[in-house]
């Protein structure tokens, strides 16, 4: 097993390259409400064709999207820890692990203008952060056929390539939990220049990643990048009486760290929410509602009431980069004057 995150051709964050790379990130791309309001209703959302959202362990690569998300209870589950090889007939890895427990797997599309290094680093990054235990990591032809990573073990034909344009980790996750989460990242590079990555996080019945474990210096990094960001596992009930309630209001935490990160971020607070059978009015007075929930939430955690506008939207701006677009929660920086 490798005990380092990269193999020694891999572009560090201090190279050159990648430092010419993630300049891109800081481009302005921030949505002002105005801009929000604007977006055209009968836009259509990714989540029409695609469910899901980023577990909480990894945050999705800038500007990528899902294509693929599926989440099964499994039995008897394969982490792979070595280079594949094709024995009597059969493709198994030199080393692995059997695993039982909830599998997540997502399969994300990179922006064409960057390389597999790139998104190598950005995630290696949060798992360096965390202090994740690598256990196994190859690059290009040392991890073997791509067909075989493809078809075999993941069971997508999207992710085939060159071998020369693929990197493979295994990782355990340092989360504190009974029994902390496996992870498994694959990333390539096809014929056609397009780039994907796939993730599979594997926890334990009795250790179940909780919603609200989100990396907030991240998230806050993408709010001022970018301009706005989507919030996870923001989930609501119905109360008695027909008023909504939050799930669990200490999910917001790590929202409430994020803004004290720094003090003098300003965001707009704006809930999105569709519903084909339902009146604009209604979802906007109910989107509305759920603004100034979670608002009302952050106030008594003891953010400042001047820091937050909150807005309800509805269904006027349903597309994202996100797959699942149409109920959301974002953030929008209010820049200064």
Not at 56 to 75: A, H, K
Not at 128 to 134: A, W
Not at 145 to 159: E, V
Request: charged letters at 25%; hydrophobic letters at 40%; glycine letters at 6%.
């Amino acid at each position: 097993m490798q005990s380092s995150f990269f193999p020694q051709h891999c572009v560090t964050s201090d190279s050159p390259q990648f430092t010419s790379s993630f300049a891109k990130f800081s481009a302005s791309l921030g949505l002002l409400l105005l801009a929000l309001l604007s977006t055209p209703a009968h836009a259509q959302s990714a989540g029409e064709q695609t469910a899901g959202a980023d577990h909480p362990l990894l945050m999705r690569f800038p500007d990528s999207e899902i294509v693929e998300y599926d989440r099964t209870n499994e039995l008897n589950h394969q982490l792979v820890l070595g280079t594949l090889q094709r024995t009597r007939g059969e493709v198994v890895p030199e080393s692995a692990e059997r695993l039982k427990g909830r599998v997540t797997r997502i399969v994300y599309a990179i922006p064409s203008d960057y390389q597999v290094s790139d998104v190598r680093e950005f995630f290696a990054q949060q798992l360096r952060e965390r202090g994740d235990s690598i256990l196994f990591s190859c690059e290009g032809r040392a991890c073997g056929s791509s067909n075989y990573w493809a078809n075999d073990i993941f069971k997508r034909r999207i992710l085939y390539g060159p071998e020369r344009n693929q990197y493979y980790l295994a990782a355990r996750s340092n989360t504190a939990l009974e029994n902390d989460p496996f992870l498994a990242l694959y990333l390539i590079t096809r014929a056609n220049k397009r780039l994907y990555a796939y993730v599979e996080i594997i926890e334990s019945e009795i250790a179940v990643v909780p919603q609200a474990l989100v990396n907030e210096g991240l998230l806050a990094a993408t709010l001022r990048e970018k301009g706005s960001v989507v919030l996870p596992w923001v989930q609501f009930n119905t109360a008695d009486g027909g008023e909504e309630e939050l799930d669990d209001p200490s999910a917001l935490d790590y929202l409430v760290r994020l803004l004290r990160t720094d003090p003098e971020i300003r965001v707009y607070l704006v809930s999105h929410l569709s519903g084909p059978e339902r009146s604009l009015e209604s979802l906007l007075e109910q989107s509305e509602k759920r603004a100034q929930l979670i608002k009302a939430v952050l106030l008594e955690k003891g953010i400042e009431s001047g820091r937050i506008e909150a807005a309800g939207v509805g269904p006027l701006a349903p597309s994202c980069a996100l797959s699942d677009c149409s109920d959301r929660i974002e953030l929008v920086l209010i820049q200064s004057e």
